[in-house]
């Protein structure tokens, strides 16, 4: 073969290449956010249906490779978060069952670690506390250990609620909001929100809120997970604050620059002793600046919203809605519809 004739057959060899890599670049770039999807679905325990099986189905059939899946697994049940910070044993059992059972069905390899991993999870026990984890743009997780039932001990708050992630959100598009403040949160539950701008928002000091007495341990055992505490930045304490029982003075020593609060808006009965509270929050002279006042609800009874609007009203209470957040970046059920009100005196 003559060196031009090489030559030839090299530059077609270079063109060929270089046809393929943007193709090649195209489906690393789509198999990376496929597994960035299942991580963020898998380690906030959201229901096995809603992850997109069906692109594992097609990867699988186009390599034929137990490679997807050992990836897969690193990102979910061999991620060094699962081992420090795991969903239910349940949860992940069924997860493995279920991707044993797609793998089958495409026909690829058996693979050890796939098995082993649901062997571990097989002979479990199970618990009535499990973590759920939700990665924050910076790429960190913020992990919160849950009950598994709704309603635990005679309370809601031992689980993470949908209005705490869109509040959590809302604040990630805005954390000039909340930089170099000192932020009350009202019945902040398991943590989700109050733990979300300390870590994304740079607030000066924050202070977590609840009343009931398992939710405060909860939420003290959540705050002490995510690195938190009196001596960090920003200085954080969990206080109990009962809203029939404070008073104005109480609430002035604490010098909230900003109050927030999510799903807290879901029984009447409560709601009077919330409008009264913001109302002392809200009472200042007129030399000083009143504080940025944030309710975040989940509309599940119009009614019940409707009638806490009504009181804030004739509290002498102005309310306005707030823009949605810019990015999906929590994943959770968007079906039911979700507000930020404003509250302002």
């Known amino acids: 073969m003559s060196i031009s004739e090489r030559c030839a057959r090299w530059i077609v060899g270079i063109v060929e290449v270089n046809k393929c890599s943007p193709r090649m670049a195209q489906r690393s770039a789509e198999t990376a956010e496929i597994l960035k999807e299942f991580s963020a679905l898998f380690f906030a325990m959201r229901r ?8 594992v189905e097609e990867e699988l059939q186009n390599s034929r490779s137990p490679g997807f899946i ?5 990102q979910t049940c061999l991620h060094p978060l699962c081992q420090k910070f795991p969903p239910s044993v349940r949860y992940r059992r069924l997860f493995l069952s279920e991707l044993i059972k ?16 649901l062997a571990e999870v097989v002979g479990a026990e199970e618990s ?13 997780f913020v992990s919160l250990l849950e009950n598994a039932a709704l309603i635990s001990g005679g309370t809601t708050g031992l689980v993470t609620w949908e209005a705490a992630l869109y509040l959590a959100e809302w ?3 805005h954390p000039q909001l909340f930089a170099g403040r000192t932020v009350l949160e009202l019945g902040s539950g398991v943590g989700m929100s109050g733990i979300s701008i300390c870590r994304s928002c740079s607030p000066r000091r924050f202070v977590f809120s609840d009343c009931h007495p398992a939710v405060l341990q909860k939420l003290r055992q959540n705050v002490r997970l995510n690195g938190l505490g009196s001596d960090s930045r920003p200085a954080v304490r969990v206080d109990r604050l009962d809203w029939t029982t404070a008073t104005g003075e109480e609430l002035r020593a604490i010098g909230a620059d900003a109050v927030v609060a999510a ?15 913001l109302s002392k929050l809200l009472q200042r002279p007129s030399t000083e600046a009143q504080p940025l ?23 002498g209470l102005g309310h306005e809605a707030m823009s949605e957040p810019a990015r999906h970046v929590f994943p959770y059920d968007r079906a039911t519809p979700i507000e930020l009100l404003k509250v302002f005196r």
Do not use: H, M
């Open 70 to 74: 050992s990836e897969l697994l690193a």
């Open 263 to 277: 799903d807290v808006v879901f029984d009447p009965d409560l709601t009077g002793s919330l409008v009264q509270l």
């Open 48 to 55: 096995l249906a809603a992850l997109p099986w069906t692109a």
């Open 171 to 173: 604040a990630l598009d």
């Open 293 to 315: 006042v944030l309710i975040c609800s989940t509309i599940r009874n119009p009614q019940t919203y409707g009638g806490f609007k009504l009181q804030l009203e004739k509290a």
């Open 128 to 140: 009535s506390e499990s973590f759920r984890s939700y990665r924050l743009p910076c790429g960190a």
């Open 102 to 117: 797609r793998q089958e069905a495409a026909g690829c390899d058996p693979l050890d670690e796939l098995y082993d991993a």
